[in-house]
Each structure stands twice: as C-alpha cells, then as structure tokens.
C-alpha cells in the first residue's frame, strides 16, 4: 500500500498550554514552540506557519537553548528528560545516559532548561523542573543538577536546588521553575523554586544557597539576568495566600543589583490589586529582558481581570500597559494569562508572549500584536497556522452533508465545525459554553440545523447543548426539568446519537438516557454501568450498541437493551461495519485481560490485534477489509506506550504503522470521511488533529 502521508488539519489556534518559545541566535527565521503536554512546533518564517517534529518520547515540553555555535543543534527540556536536535528541532532524541531508568508508571526526571558553557559547548547543565508545574505521580527528582563534559552523551548528578537535606547532592529538592546563568564565565548560576525563592550557586550548580532579602513571598516564577551586568537580576513574583479566606499578598517584579542579595520592588505602573481570591489578584509568572537592549522589558499580569502586557525601557524602574486581552483578534477567549515572554536575540522590536490557548508576536515594539496559531479568514471563520494543542476527544463527518464536519476536543475546543469542506472552522455560537469540552454530537435533521452536543471532562456535566440554527445559538439542556442531571453534576456525557429530530439518545453518567420530544425531556432507560459511547447500524436507525463496564450492549429498537455474550471489557469503544451491519468491532483500552481489537460476527468473538493501547477503530464505508486504529496512553511517565495509527487492508489479518508525518502518536480518535473514503482523520491527545490519505 502507499503510505499515509499525515498533515494537520489546520484547527485555529493552539487552545492548549504553551510552555515555551525560542528565537534562533543563528537565525531570526526560526522559531521552536514547546507546550505542556504538545510538543514541539517549528517554523522556519517567523511564525507564520508551524511544521511538524518527531521523535519525542512524550510530549511534556519545557525550555529550549540552541546551540551557540552549530546552527542546527538545540536542546530541549521536557518531563521526560534532556532531548537534543541536531537538525534544528525537526528530529529529537532523548538523552538521559547517568539518569536513572526510565520509568514506566512516572517520571523520573523532568528537565525545565539545558545551558550550555557558551565557551566550551560540550559543558552542559541540565535543571530538574518544570515551569508549567506539571503534575507527576511518584517521586520524580525535582531539583536535581546534572552535568554532562561531552555534548550530554554522559550525564551526573551533581547537586541539588532547595534541597530537603542540604549538604547532600543527592536529597530530593524543589521544582526549579526557571534558571539563568550569570554572565560567560558559566560558573554562577540562579535558579527559582517556587514556595522557595531565589537560589544561588557560584561553583558550578554544585552547592546552593537562597537569596531572598527583601521579597514579600517566596513565589518566585521566573528571573531574567542582563545580558553584560550578570549581577542585576529580575524576579516575576506570583500571589502569595497562606490560609484560604485570608488576604492574598499580590505579586510583583523585583529587582536586584548585587547578585540576588538583596532586592527592591519594580512595579511603578504594574498592577498591584489584592483581593481574598488568589485569581483575582495580581500575579506575575514571566520576566524577560532584551538581548540587545536590556533596558527594555516585558512582564504580564495573568490574574483573570487583569490580563495585560506591561513594557519598560528604563529597566523596570517604570512599567507602561502596552496591550490587554480586547486588543487582541484570536480565535480563542482565554486571557492574556503570558506565562511565557521570550524577545528575539537580534532585535528588541521582536518578542512572542504565550500562555493558554495562543501565541501572540510583535515585530514593531510592542505596538501591534497577531495571533501566530490561528488568522481568521472570515468574519467568525479561523484556520490554523499548522500548530495546534488541542486534546482531542472525537471528530464526525455529518453523514447527509459531505462539506460539514465537527471536531469535538477538551476545554474551549468543546465544537468547531466546518462547512466548507474542513478549509475553515467556526466555534460554537451563542449560548454555548466558553470551556468544558466537548465529546460528541449528533446530526439530528438533513440540513445540519439541528445538532446535540454532550458538553463536560474530567466527570463533569456540563449539559447537552442543542442547536436548531445550524450553531449559531445554543440552548443547555440539564438539571430536573429535563430530566437530566444538573449541570457541573458529577455526571460525565460522552455519546449522543439521534434517529431523528425526536428521537435521541446520550450516555451521561454511564446510564443511558432517551429522549423522544427532541430534547427537552429525558429520562433513564438503562442504568449501565458505564455506558460511554454509541455506535448507530446505520444513520437513522433505532438499532444501535452501547459501549459498557461489562460489555458491549445492543438494542433493535431503542429500549430493550441486552449485552453481547462474551464481549470483550470494559468496552471502550465500538464500530459497526457500513456495509456489513451484523459484524462489529470492539477495543477495550488498557484492559489487562481483554486490551486489543476484537471482532464479532456470526455470534463469535476474534481478537484481531493483541495492544492494549488500541483505542479506537473505524472501518472503511466502501471497503469492509481497511480497517484502521488509534492507539492513546495517558502523559504521566517518561516514555509514551501509543505507537500512532495501524491499518489492516485484509481485514485485520495483518497490520502496518502508518504515522508519516505524525508530530504526536498517541490519540483516541480515528475516523474516515464517508463521503471521501480515502481521507482519514486522526485525534491526538495534546497535538490536535492530522488528516491523511489511504490510497
């Protein structure tokens, strides 16, 4: 077969967690994008458009530094360990040799930043952290300093910052958040932790002592060193609530001129607000200072309401708001929360700020600002630049319009759609929630006015939204009136289906609810458990399975539901064959006894495919023996268990890996277009959508 060739579907915006950006030293061009748990994006035009990177062991990104002197080479912080590139952030490898093991159930040492001795290059120091404070089950080596004489292929501990048991280079330490070296000399260093403070080094990252003279708190997030004058620093200070209910000190920016002994505040013109609730009081998580002229900064307040890039040019002793969040066209709401600033090397017009959700740059100073994932195309149409963020949860081709489709994913990715073909994306509309996410909608009449949406993550019910306009307004069905939970009830929606405008049906809460008046009242038809989502014998049908705790269930006429003997569980998710109705398709994800594909037909179970990180399957519409798979795994410990997309074109007898062009290989969602049979749509937990073509 000719092999899949995977590009991204070009979704708006990031609408995930951006961790980093790095301007090249070598060349103003090139740009790399890190995320929380995204990855890596790579632009070579400044970033206009994002190509795709591989290789990652998983996707928890941290800090970049490139090279000084090979153009191409850069490393990368991640929860994974230290990663290099030497072809300038396109391939990565990890590179842990002298780190403990890697761990399956954990990870075991997250790097925030590598520096590297800008005189003798193969000198390095990697920092145990992570910005984003990323959560990790376990004990990961938080804190830990290692060292590496020869380029990072050999790598030892050599200290500890904030360490518990000081005196020990070995004592488990604090999450070190970010980490600058003093000048060239690569001796000095500063780092910050969180609940912590400053700390301090002058032999090389081996011994450690706090500098925190002068701060109001000790949460510290950030610290930025002038670039000639080693010893003046910058510190971005978050809030500080020692009790819940208690007043919460505010955050700041902090100078000092002696090396972090003693600091004064720098917050003339910077938000100051104090209130009871740490998100409405001002806090300040990035500092950064321009390279080539180092007067020059940027800092950000992300409280909720305050939201704003704050520029001074005399060195913080003055700070000017120079742009707030209803300055800025993006496709997505979140605020102007900058936990990320970062200004190009070359030129101090130049600078990026990221957060949640987007990537702002300047090129004028300050003056203007564009959304560098997403430009919008028509007055509420987007489409994306090539890197996206999004956790994806489900995508549907509405099977009676071949241009319209919709993508469901976490948070404000909760219903894009497209109607032109998959070219452009519009978001919600009136009524729908801002965030919450999305897990499945049904087209419920042949115009594509009428859909429902199941709104909710992590357990929560956030209602079943209803569209009689095609999606420009929404109506939230839930609580008691309806017959449904309220909302924000533990009860997480997953699947929805409708046979027609009448006739509806969702699991919420692993029960099965129906609904025979279009919605607006519902009631339990079977109590489960763990009912999730629903596969149709055919659109309009009142014949459909359910997946189930204890097996795949099927029902003939919408009521009566009776389990599938001997179905594989927990069923996570079920296809049924277009052509050949009475043969289904089963995984069940991570079961110890049941994981892998499984196929029903003629009353008898197969096991098609032995991994228990099979997470989806569909089956071709005009081909019953092209079969494809996704396979997932959860971003909690240091390697990733998802191998990407699988296809069978002899009906699951034999298998190839088809992840060309994949920047991220482990995702739940896998669909082909009913309408375009060769086109393949694949859902990634943290890296968007990709879509590609079996021919």
Known sequence: MTAIRWTPLNEPGCGGWLTSVAVSPHNPRHVLLGGDMLGIGLSTDRGDSWQSTFGLPSWEIADFTFHPTHPRMVWAGTMSGPCLSTDGGRHWRLMRNGFPPTSDWHYSAPIQKVLINPRYPD?????????????????????????????????RRIGTVAARHPGNSQSPGGNIVAVEAAGRTFTTFYAVVPGAGVFVSTDGGRTWQPRNNGLPHLQVMDIAVHPRAPHRL?????????????????????????????WKPSVNGLSTKNTTDPNLTARYEAIAVAPTQPDILLTADTAWDGSTLYRSADGGASWQAILRRQDVDCAYPAGLGATVIEFAPHSA????????????????????????TAKRVAANSWRGRGFSGLCCVNFRFNPRNSRHA????????????????????????????????????????????????????????????????????WTILAGTSHGLPERYDRAQ???????????????????LYCSSDGGDHW??????????????????????????????????????LKLVEGSPKPCT??????????????????SAEYGGLWRYESGKWSRLRDDRYIARVAVCPTNPKRLAVSTSDHPYHD???????WVSSDGGSTWTQQNEGLACLRGDVIAFNPHDPTQLVFGTMGRGFFIGRWR
Not at 138 to 154: I, M, Q, T, Y
Not at 243 to 257: A, D, K, T
Not at 431 to 458: E, I, K, R
Not at 534 to 550: L, Q, T
Request: aromatic share 14%.
């Open 123 to 155: 000198h390095l120091i990697a920092f145990g952290g992570s910005h984003r404070q990323w959560h990790s089950p376990g004990e990961p080596l938080w804190g830990a300093v290692w060292e590496s004489k020869d380029g990072g292929n050999r790598w």
């Open 234 to 262: 910058w510190v971005a200070l978050s809030n500080y609530q020692a009790q819940p209910g208690q007043p919460v000190l505010p955050g700041g920016i902090y100078r000092s001129e002696d090396g972090g002994r003693h």
């Open 349 to 372: 017009n130049i600078a990026f700020v990221a957060g949640s959700e987007y990537v702002l740059r300047t090129r004028d100073a300050g003056k203007t600002w564009i959304d560098v």
């Open 406 to 473: 919709v993508l469901l994913a976490m948070d404000h990715g909760n219903f894009w759609q497209s109607r032109d073909g998959l070219r452009s994306w519009t978001w919600g509309g009136d009524g729908m929630p801002l965030w919450g996410g999305g897990n499945d909608v049904a087209f419920a009449d042949d115009t594509g006015n009428l859909m429902f949406v199941t709104l909710g993550q992590f357990g929560n019910f956030e209602g079943i939204a209803r569209s009689t306009d095609g999606g420009r307004s």
């Open 493 to 511: 929606p997953l699947g929805i289906y409708a046979a027609s405008p009448r006739e509806v049906w969702a699991t919420v809460g692993g029960k």
């Open 523 to 560: 009631q339990v038809i079977h109590e489960g458990p763990g009912f999730s989502w629903i596969a149709p014998v055919s659109p309009g049908a009142r014949a459909f399975y359910v997946c189930g705790e204890s097996g795949v269930w099927f029902t003939s006429s919408g009521r009566e």
């Open 573 to 590: 998710w079920v296809a049924v064959d277009p052509l050949f109705p009475e043969r289904i398709y089963v995984t069940a994800w991570r």
């Open 639 to 645: 390697t990733c268990f998802a191998t990407g997309v």
